[in-house]
Each structure stands twice: as structure tokens, then as C-alpha cells.
């Protein structure tokens, strides 16, 4: 039987074959994710079309060049029908973007993607740039550039912006008490913002859904927070849900025994969207649970781009 998994498999072995030595497993995981999510085929020459029409229309020096610009390639291949269109339209939203704060950020293809379908996008950008300087204050040495693309994420789904940090930060404070402060946790906090639950008892899920995951042996780590806190927002840690994550963890450790963190990962994010219930369909019909995959998803890129350069430079 076919399921979101083993089209994720395949989609993965296809991409390898695809891309050959121009990609690590970390980027073509990231890869693979999007199509298994939007239960979208990968079709290499379409992708190379789409890699070529990138390519034709960006200079040598463009931040839409390079490993990290293929995951979110993919991103636009995996969910739009004609990538082309899509591909033209964020190059033209991406000149929007050299000002403070977004000028030199290397996510700014994820950026320039959540502006697509926006109405009126510099009064967004202004009203994320806002809210960013917020996070600044707040935590001044936890706040990078993916901060940028939860903010742009954050002031477009939700109508209150004045309230909006002191809900994010009421998360924060509840959580820090059981999570080590860091990067991942604001983002957690940024994350349960969409949940529909009251934010206690939001909280509660997403330290039960890691209680019952260690209970079975799965190491919860930082890294894993951020997917933990979107399966959260879909649904709650039921004996079938936590089997789902478990099952899939248990067939990638088999795959690769050693350096296998990413199981959880993936376990977390295809559960969650197999798991989107009639309540929590609104995420998905929006786009909102597409663009926060695409913030998870951009910073780990990011971070895996950081640890690559900082093993090369050591060699």
C-alpha cells in the first residue's frame, strides 16, 4: 500500500538520481519533504526545466543560486501547477526586499515566495519588519533572519498585531521552563501562535507529544522542536498517531544507523500533514501549514549550509 512515506522514499531516490554529486542527503531530504506533502510527483526534467529558467533569469552571485535555492525550487515545483509563472513573479518580489533587515538574508527566496498572492506585500514587509524588531527586544541574541520569514508569516495570518507578541511570548515564557532556551524555541513559540487550542493547554500537548515520544525511546532534541510544535497544532499524541511517528523513525534508522536525527523530522512532518483534521483544515487551504514547513524547513537549510561551510573551512 502507498502511503505518504513511501512516496517520500521514492521521491527521494529520484531526486538522488536527479541531482547526483550537486547535493547532500540533509538538502535533498528538505526536497523530498515538499513533494511528499503536496502529494505532488517529482519529474526530473520538469525540475531541470525549472532549475534552467532560474538560472537564465538570476546572475552568478544571486541568492537564488546555489544548494539552498534548490530546496525552495522545489517548494515552488512541488506546489504550484505551472512553476514557471511562480518562479518570475517571487524574482520580481525579491527587488522588494533590499532594505533593512532583509537586504542580506539567504533566505530571501523563502521571503520573496510568501509574498506571492499578496495584496499589497510592502505594507506586509513594513508590518514584519515591525514585528521583527519586537523579537529583537525581546531576545537580541536568539533573533536571526529565519525570525524574518516567521514574522512575515506571522503578521499575514493574523489580523491583531498588537497582541501579537505577547501571545508569542506567553508561549515562550511557559516553555522555557521545560525547553532550553534557543533558536528552536522561539520558533515553537512562533509555531503554537496558530494553534486554536488556549494556550495552556497548547503547551500541554506539545510537552505531552515529547513525553510520549521519549517513552519510546525517541531522543527529542532541539532540532526536532519546531516539526513537534506543527504536529501539535494538527493533532494531539493519540496511541495511533504516536505509532505513525514512531514506525516511520524506526524504518529510516534502519536505513542509516548512524547520523539518523533527520528521522524524527521527517516522522514528525509527514504525521502531520497525514493527520490534518476538519478543524485544522483552514491551515492547510490558506497555505499557512505550506509556508510553515517553508520556515522550518528554510532554517534548517540555513543551519546545514552553516555546518557544511564551517566543516570545510576547518579542513
Same mark, same amino acid.
Not at 531530504?29 to 511528499?36: P, Q, S, W
Not at 532541539?222 to 505509532?243: F, G, R
Given at each position: 500500500? *502507498?502511503?505518504?512515506?513511501?512516496?517520500?522514499?521514492?521521491?527521494?531516490?529520484?531526486?538522488?538520481?536527479?541531482?547526483?554529486?550537486?547535493?547532500?542527503?540533509?538538502?535533498?531530504?528538505?526536497?523530498?519533504?515538499?513533494?511528499?506533502?503536496?502529494?505532488?510527483?517529482?519529474?526530473?526534467?520538469?525540475?531541470?526545466?525549472? %532549475?534552467?529558467? +532560474?538560472? %537564465?533569469? =538570476?546572475?552568478?552571485?544571486?541568492?537564488?543560486?546555489? =544548494?539552498?535555492? +534548490?530546496?525552495?525550487?522545489?517548494?515552488?515545483?512541488?506546489?504550484?501547477?505551472?512553476?514557471?509563472?511562480?518562479?518570475?513573479?517571487? +524574482?520580481?518580489?525579491?527587488?522588494?526586499?533590499?532594505?533593512?533587515?532583509?537586504?542580506?538574508?539567504?533566505?530571501?527566496?523563502?521571503?520573496?515566495?510568501?509574498?506571492?498572492?499578496?495584496?499589497?506585500?510592502?505594507?506586509?514587509?513594513?508590518?514584519?519588519?515591525?514585528?521583527?524588531?519586537?523579537?529583537? $527586544?525581546?531576545?537580541?541574541?536568539?533573533?536571526?533572519?529565519?525570525?524574518?520569514?516567521?514574522?512575515?508569516?506571522?503578521? %499575514?495570518?493574523?489580523?491583531?498585531?498588537?497582541?501579537? !507578541?505577547?501571545?508569542?511570548?506567553?508561549?515562550?515564557?511557559?516553555?522555557?521552563?521545560?525547553?532550553?532556551?534557543?533558536?528552536?524555541?522561539?520558533?515553537?513559540?512562533?509555531?503554537?501562535?496558530?494553534?486554536?487550542?488556549?494556550?495552556?493547554?497548547?503547551?500541554?500537548?506539545?510537552?505531552?507529544?515529547?513525553?510520549?515520544?521519549?517513552?519510546? !525511546?525517541?531522543?527529542?532534541? !532541539?532540532?526536532?522542536?519546531?516539526?513537534?510544535?506543527?504536529?501539535?497544532?494538527?493533532?494531539?499524541?493519540?496511541?495511533? *498517531?504516536? %505509532?505513525?511517528?514512531?514506525?516511520?523513525?524506526?524504518?529510516? *534508522?534502519?536505513? $542509516?544507523?548512524?547520523?539518523?536525527?533527520?528521522?524524527?523530522?521527517?516522522?514528525?512532518? +509527514?504525521?502531520?500533514?497525514?493527520?490534518?483534521?476538519?478543524?485544522?483544515?483552514?491551515?492547510?487551504?490558506?497555505? *499557512?501549514?505550506?509556508?510553515?514547513?517553508?520556515? $522550518?524547513?528554510?532554517?534548517?537549510?540555513?543551519?546545514?549550509?552553516?555546518?557544511?561551510?564551517?566543516?570545510?573551512?576547518?579542513?
Amino acid at each position: 500500500m *502507498t502511503t505518504r512515506y513511501t512516496r517520500y522514499v521514492e521521491t527521494l531516490d529520484a531526486i538522488k538520481q536527479a541531482t547526483k554529486w550537486s547535493l547532500t542527503d540533509d538538502f535533498r531530504r528538505l526536497m523530498a519533504i515538499h513533494y511528499a506533502i503536496h502529494d505532488a510527483p517529482f519529474d526530473p526534467s520538469r525540475f531541470e526545466q525549472a %532549475q534552467a529558467a +532560474l538560472k %537564465q533569469r =538570476t546572475g552568478m552571485f544571486s541568492k537564488f543560486r546555489g =544548494t539552498n535555492s +534548490l530546496v525552495w525550487l522545489s517548494f515552488l515545483d512541488a506546489k504550484y501547477e505551472d512553476v514557471a509563472p511562480a518562479i518570475d513573479e517571487a +524574482l520580481r518580489l525579491d527587488q522588494l526586499l533590499d532594505r533593512k533587515h532583509f537586504r542580506y538574508s539567504t533566505l530571501r527566496p523563502f521571503i520573496a515566495s510568501q509574498l506571492l498572492n499578496v495584496d499589497d506585500p510592502e505594507r506586509r514587509l513594513d508590518e514584519a519588519t515591525s514585528l521583527y524588531q519586537t523579537f529583537k $527586544q525581546h531576545h537580541p541574541w536568539l533573533t536571526s533572519e529565519e525570525d524574518l520569514l516567521s514574522a512575515l508569516v506571522l503578521v %499575514q495570518a493574523f489580523d491583531d498585531h498588537s497582541t501579537l !507578541n505577547e501571545r508569542i511570548e506567553a508561549y515562550y515564557e511557559a516553555l522555557k521552563v521545560h525547553v532550553s532556551r534557543s533558536n528552536e524555541l522561539q520558533l515553537v513559540s512562533h509555531l503554537l501562535t496558530f494553534s486554536e487550542l488556549d494556550p495552556t493547554d497548547a503547551v500541554t500537548r506539545f510537552l505531552d507529544w515529547r513525553e510520549r515520544l521519549q517513552r519510546q !525511546n525517541i531522543t527529542v532534541r !532541539n532540532e526536532h522542536l519546531p516539526p513537534l510544535a506543527l504536529l501539535t497544532i494538527v493533532t494531539e499524541p493519540t496511541d495511533e *498517531t504516536v %505509532q505513525a511517528v514512531v514506525d516511520i523513525v524506526v524504518a529510516e *534508522t534502519e536505513k $542509516q544507523r548512524w547520523f539518523n536525527t533527520h528521522a524524527l523530522t521527517i516522522a514528525l512532518q +509527514l504525521v502531520a500533514a497525514d493527520t490534518i483534521t476538519e478543524e485544522a483544515s483552514e491551515l492547510l487551504l490558506h497555505g *499557512t501549514f505550506a509556508h510553515l514547513l517553508a520556515m $522550518q524547513q528554510a532554517a534548517t537549510a540555513a543551519a546545514t549550509v552553516a555546518v557544511i561551510s564551517s566543516t570545510s573551512s576547518s579542513d
